[in-house]
């Protein structure tokens, strides 16, 4: 265990700069934050290489920091304030590093397009790994290694394959040869309602950008498409509400 009292040490600039996607991307790491993360991390076997915990805060979780092999670091309250960016830290800040390859696809697929709020993100994937998403297909979406991203998840981040693209042409030729039938959400003259549909394994929903839908140029690709009905006035639904209710038929 080594104890950090200055925020310009190195260690915890370089930290502190994988809040940063360029940063992420460029390292090969990315980190997270509380104690709930850390403790599902450890249980989903995630290669992490360092933790930061505010010293007043190692007593109370000595226990769980025995169980990783990685590097441990005790800091001051000031120290860890350059760290955080949560309001109420627990006090445990965790470095680990990318999974390495491209996740295969199978089983139950789901598809985000263009998604680009992490909140939103979050909530998908917690609902993906909720209702049996066996592979999450992510185009063009917020960073799924965002802080932000990651804590919305409680957890279900280290748990759920999820593939990140930006060519969804491929996806969509892999998945239509594997005979998959592929189903964005819109509304245009090729829409079948949700409730006429019959899912099975080989069902695969799209939803898309939280402004303007899905893009054109993928719905160019489907023969059809799916609409979710509503009462009232209510035009549209939340990408994350949409998707966690089109899982959860998925699920049936």
């Known amino acids: 265990m080594e104890i950090i009292t200055s925020r310009n040490n190195k260690t915890i ?23 709930k993360l850390f403790e599902e991390a450890l249980l989903s076997g995630i290669g992490i290489t360092a933790v930061f915990v505010r010293r007043d805060r190692y007593a109370e979780n000595k226990i769980l920091l025995d169980r990783t092999d990685a590097t441990i670091y005790t800091v001051s309250e000031s120290v860890y304030e350059k760290l955080t960016e949560d309001k109420a830290p627990d006090g445990i800040f965790a470095v680990a590093k990318k999974p390495e390859g491209f996740p295969e696809i199978k089983g139950r697929c789901f598809i985000l397009s263009e998604v680009r709020d992490p909140g939103n993100i979050g909530t998908c994937i917690r609902s993906a790994r909720a209702f049996g998403i066996d592979t999450l297909i992510l185009h063009n ?39 998959y039938r592929i189903l964005p959400t819109a509304l245009s003259s090729k829409s079948i309602s949700l409730v006429d549909i019959e899912i099975n394994e080989k069902t695969v929903f799209i939803v898309g950008n939280e402004g303007h839908g899905i893009s054109q140029s993928i719905l160019e690709c489907c023969r059809e498409s799916v609409i979710i009905p509503m009462k009232g006035d209510t035009e549209s639904l939340n990408a994350s509400v949409a998707a966690s209710l089109l899982m959860w038929e998925m699920s049936k």
């Open 141 to 179: 979406c917020a960073d799924t290694y965002s802080p932000k991203v990651i804590r919305s998840t409680m957890g279900a981040f280290f748990r759920q394959n999820m593939i990140c693209t930006e060519d969804i042409s491929s996806i969509l030729l892999t998945l239509t040869d594997k005979g």
């Open 13 to 35: 600039i370089e930290a502190s700069k994988l809040k940063d996607k360029k940063h992420r991307e460029r390292t090969g790491l990315y980190c997270f934050e509380g104690r």
